[in-house]
């Protein structure tokens, strides 16, 4: 699919390793996945082409949303943190995630990024994707939603030459719709080529510049928000999360030896995930534990 980092070209990455590559993304986004709702926090992907118009209807939100709605971002750029400054400059706190060679973003550097997270002042995290209408449609970031932006100035056809990222959409945003005058383009057409890809056609008309459709659009994230600040109740117990640790502990054995030595151990613990780094996590019981001196047990040295 993309000739910068190889993701489906079977030619750079046979389609074994890149099956592997894709299931490991889903068992990071399903993480992803549970901090977004455990946090109550509408997580939604951002993507579309370069230039469509992504970053601006993000500022442009936060001029509409005026403190309504606590907006927060991560923004993905091959090589510049331009966008993540825009939008900071709007009032959406924001972080850059510097993607270099990769045309896409994955869970794990959207969750590289989530690392002390403002969550507290958080409604809605929009990670704004890598521009490209292509690769960003398969890798799941955790999201509970799609929006693809597509501008009225890419052409009518885009959503059947590209119908992957149309699939997988939840809502498009046709952008830039104030330069429809000075087009020779049919909105209309743009639709049917729509609801062709999509299977449950959503599309709001909007202009960053001139605010239109900013409320309907506004009205659809305050919609997608109810189910997850309703079941953020439930989440917030916390979740059984295994992670594998290595550390070495002091230990005396019977022949009154002490030393101490690795030891990889699998631990189920709950945490509250997103204020600790993964290193921080709270354990259930010591990592450290005792030996009693009379128990027999293996080490292997
Ligand atoms: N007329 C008009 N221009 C717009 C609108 N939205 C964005 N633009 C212009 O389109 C260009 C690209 O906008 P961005 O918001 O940077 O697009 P993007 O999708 O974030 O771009 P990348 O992140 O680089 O892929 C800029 O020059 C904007 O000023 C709009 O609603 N109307
Ligand atoms: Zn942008
Ligand atoms: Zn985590």
């Given at each position: 699919m993309c000739?910068?980092?190889?993701c489906?070209?079977?030619?750079?990455?046979?389609?074994e390793?890149?099956?592997?590559?894709l299931a490991?993304n889903?068992?990071?986004?399903?993480?992803?996945r549970?901090?977004f709702l455990?946090h109550?926090v509408?997580a939604?992907n951002?993507m579309?082409s370069p230039g469509?118009g992504?970053?601006a209807?993000l500022?442009?939100?936060?001029?509409?949303?005026e403190g309504?709605l606590?907006?927060?971002?991560?923004s993905?750029?091959l090589?510049t943190?331009n966008d993540?400054r825009r939008?900071?400059?709007?009032?959406?706190?924001?972080?850059?995630?510097?993607?270099f060679q990769?045309c896409?973003l994955?869970?794990?550097?959207?969750?590289?990024a989530l690392?002390?997270f403002?969550?507290d002042?958080s409604?809605?995290?929009f990670?704004?994707?890598?521009?490209n209408?292509v690769c960003?449609?398969?890798?799941?970031?955790g999201?509970?939603?799609?929006?693809?932006?597509l501008s009225?100035?890419?052409?009518?056809d885009?959503p059947?030459?590209?119908p992957?990222?149309?699939?997988?959409?939840?809502l498009?945003?046709v952008t830039?719709c104030d330069l429809v005058?000075?087009?020779?383009?049919?909105?209309?057409?743009?639709d049917?080529?729509?609801s062709?890809?999509?299977?449950?056609?959503?599309v709001?008309?909007?202009?960053a510049?001139?605010g239109?459709?900013l409320?309907e659009w506004?009205a659809?994230?305050e919609?997608?928000r109810r189910?997850?600040?309703?079941g953020k109740?439930?989440h917030?117990?916390?979740h059984?999360?295994?992670?594998?640790?290595?550390h070495?502990?002091e230990?005396?054995h019977a022949d009154g030896t002490v030393?101490?030595?690795?030891?990889a151990?699998?631990?189920?613990?709950p945490?509250?995930?997103g204020?600790?780094?993964?290193?921080?996590?709270q354990?259930?019981?010591e990592?450290?534990?005792?030996?009693?001196?009379?128990?027999?047990?293996?080490h292997?040295?």
């Open positions: 000739t910068t980092c190889g489906g070209d079977t030619e750079l990455v046979p389609v390793l890149h099956d592997k590559i490991g889903d068992r990071q986004a399903a993480h992803n549970e901090h455990g109550g509408l939604l951002l579309g469509a992504k970053t209807v500022e442009a939100t936060s001029r509409f949303a309504r606590k907006l927060s971002a991560v993905a750029d090589a943190d993540a939008l900071e400059k709007a009032g959406i706190p924001s972080k850059a995630i510097t993607t990769a896409h994955d869970a794990a550097m959207v969750h590289h690392d002390g403002p969550w002042r409604d809605v995290f990670i704004e994707n890598v521009g209408l960003p449609a398969i890798y799941d970031l999201q509970a939603a799609n929006v693809v932006a009225v100035t890419e052409g009518e885009k059947i030459k590209y992957v990222m149309f699939q997988k959409a939840d498009v945003l830039k005058p000075h087009l020779d383009i049919d909105l209309a057409r743009i049917d080529a729509i062709r890809v999509m299977p449950n056609p959503k709001l008309r909007v202009s510049r001139t239109e459709g409320a506004f659809w994230l919609e997608q189910p997850i600040v309703q109740g439930a917030m117990h916390g059984a999360h295994s992670h594998e640790h290595t070495s502990h230990h005396t030393h101490s030595h690795p030891h151990h699998v631990h189920e613990h945490h509250e995930h204020e600790a780094k993964a290193e921080e996590h354990h259930e019981r990592a450290g534990h005792a030996h009693d001196p009379a128990e027999k047990h293996e292997r040295h």
